[in-house]
């Protein structure tokens, strides 16, 4: 017949771990959203510098286009 006595120490191990396996849900779940954060910014900053070289880029060839019209209409 098994005890209270042998049953106790079992539940009370697993209970200390199962609240070791919760607090390290917990900071996982911290440390992702910081991570996830972190990368949103960092893409934001990525598409803004991507975004201000399209924007040069066009400005650019519009000065080009209007640049070949204006040596066409002289000839």
């Given at each position: 017949m098994v005890s209270l006595d042998m049953i106790l120490p079992l539940v009370r191990e697993i209970q200390t771990q199962l609240r070791e396996m919760k607090l390290t849900a917990d900071l996982d779940r911290r440390n992702?959203?910081?991570?996830?954060?972190?990368?949103?910014?960092?893409?934001?900053?990525?598409?803004?510098?991507?975004?201000n070289?399209?924007?040069l880029a066009a400005e650019r060839f519009e000065?080009?286009?209007d640049r070949l019209e204006q040596l066409?209409?002289?000839k």
């Open positions: 992702t959203r910081s991570l996830y954060d972190n990368l949103t910014a960092e893409m934001s900053i990525k598409l803004a510098a991507i975004d070289k399209l924007e000065e080009r286009m066409l209409r002289n």
